[in-house]
T-cell receptor, first 115, second 113 residues
Framework: DAGVIQSPRHEVTEMGQEVTLRCKPISGHDYLFWYRQTMMRGLELLIYFNNNVPIDDSGMPEDRFSAKMPNASFSTLKIQPSEPRDSAVYFC?????????????FGPGTRLTVL | AQSVTQLDSQVPVFEEAPVELRCNYSSSVSVYLFWYVQYPNQGLQLLLKYLSGSTLVKSINGFEAEFNKSQTSFHLRKPSVHISDTAEYFCAVSDGGRRALTFGSGTRLQVQP
């Protein structure tokens, strides 16, 4: 398996622009997670899905952030409008529920820079 | 609510020396514990995990961690480190009911020749 795939790997945009990050989970995994990593706040969970349904979005910073999972093989995280403080590395991870807790497999991340 | 505390933000160590990376957690329920490693410019990879059973768990590359319920700790150890172990290490906890992980702030292990 190719693992979790994220695109783009790097994104540089200007404040106010819309940004869309994409994720393809590992085939057969039923959980998908979006995390954000910054120096100041470390790794933060933004939202996670189970069988394409959002379960917990309490980590989404504000209304400018939205995430969708239209099918089992694709998810997007959208920021509109983007702000400089959104600059971070965004990770997608997927897992398969096994024995109650599944190992999470992380993608390589998208490094977002908002100027 | 769960939380994870990694007491050391950076740990410099010489090659072939032993190392311990500390992790303490708080949770009101039974927990599952994980150590993830992040190499530069890469995503996180699972190093080892404790779900149940033996409190001492080991990875294939020589790391081990021991779950200590009374001290709410899950410290990571390696008796002899290599240059290639230089990375950031994250401790994480899950209560099982909420599938997402709560991560610590990370410890940067710097192995020097």
């Amino acid at each position: 398996d190719a693992g979790v795939i994220q695109s783009p790997r790097h994104e540089v945009t200007e404040m106010g622009q819309e940004v869309t990050l994409r994720c393809k989970p590992i085939s057969g995994h039923d959980y998908l997670f979006w995390y954000r990593q910054t120096m100041m706040r470390g790794l933060e969970l933004l939202i996670y899905f189970n069988n394409n349904v959002p379960i917990d979005d309490s980590g989404m910073p504000e209304d400018r952030f939205s995430a969708k999972m239209p099918n089992a093989s694709f998810s997007t995280l959208k920021i509109q409008p983007s702000e400089p403080r959104d600059s971070a590395v965004y990770f997608c991870a997927s897992s398969f529920l096994s024995g109650g807790v599944g190992e999470q497999f992380f993608g390589p991340g998208t490094r977002l820079t908002v100027l | 609510a769960q939380s994870v505390t990694q007491l050391d933000s950076q740990v410099p160590v010489f090659e072939e020396a032993p190392v311990e990376l500390r992790c303490n957690y708080s949770s009101s329920v039974s927990v599952y514990l994980f150590w993830y490693v992040q190499y530069p410019n890469q995503g996180l990879q699972l190093l080892l995990k404790y779900l149940s059973g033996s409190t001492l768990v080991k990875s294939i590359n020589g790391f081990e961690a021991e779950f200590n319920k009374s001290q709410t700790s899950f410290h990571l150890r390696k008796p002899s480190v290599h240059i290639s172990d230089t990375a950031e290490y994250f401790c994480a906890v899950s209560d099982g009911g909420r599938r997402a992980l709560t991560f610590g702030s990370g410890t940067r292990l710097q192995v020097q020749p």
